[in-house]
T-cell receptor, first 112, second 114 residues
């Protein structure tokens, strides 16, 4: 158990129906990362927050958004999911930005 | 942006030492090299991190030459449970003040055979 929690474990939605994925980092970790892993793309970095501020961004599409709240938990939102967004979404946390990252169990998103 | 290249797959036998190399030709001065292990449907797990020369912990060693354009993860005496995908990650630590995105390599599928 890494100490990072993600909810829900599985999420099934229809195209165009907004979804929210939630992540709680390890106690004391200030940095949160989101990754997408699909079968044909491998592990892709989406976005990173450090103590509430956006710190780094990957090739994240406009329909994706994220934020880190004052209690340090983070949410990843998909405003209008498409079939190609079906993937495993991992959240990770670390004490600082770029240090050892601890990954959560992931949320499997299925878009029908 | 430090792009990384790893072999797609490797096979080994139980008890052997395995070396997985990652190329990162345009690594930046403030970038560190980190390796992760991932089992199917699980999040990656940190193995080891280094900046230059050699780093060793209880599970692996990391060798980084002087030019830092590549790195080698060494797993001593592998077992069947080491069968997993291994990722090479290049990016800065917070102390650098940089905000560049992190880059995972394509991953190497290591299969340990009995």
């Amino acid at each position: 158990d890494s100490g990072v929690t993600q909810t829900p474990k599985h999420l099934i939605t229809a195209t165009g129906q907004r979804v929210t994925l939630r992540c709680s980092p390890r106690s004391g970790d200030l940095s949160v990362y989101w990754y997408q892993q699909s079968l044909d793309q491998g592990l892709q970095f989406l976005i990173q927050y450090y103590n509430g501020e956006e710190r780094a961004k990957g090739n994240i599409l406009e329909r994706f958004s994220a934020q880190q709240f004052p209690d340090l938990h983070s949410e990843l939102n998909l405003s209008s999911p498409e079939l190609g967004d079906s993937a495993l979404y991992f959240c990770a946390s670390s004490v600082g930005a770029g240090n050892e990252q601890f990954f959560g169990p992931g949320t499997r998103l299925t878009v029908l | 942006l430090a792009k990384t290249t790893q072999p797609i797959s490797m096979d080994s036998y139980e008890g052997q030492e395995v070396n997985i190399t990652c190329s990162h030709n345009n690594i930046a001065t403030n970038d560190y090299i980190t390796w992760y292990q991932q089992f199917p449907s699980q999040g990656p797990r940190f193995i080891i991190q280094g900046y230059k020369t050699k780093v060793t912990n209880e599970v692996a060693s990391l060798f980084i030459p002087a030019d830092r354009k590549s790195s080698t993860l060494s797993l001593p005496r592998v077992s069947l449970s080491d069968t997993a995908v291994y990722y090479c990650l290049v990016g800065p630590l917070i102390s650098s003040g940089s905000a560049r995105q992190l880059t995972f390599g394509s991953g190497t599928q290591l299969t340990v055979l009995p």
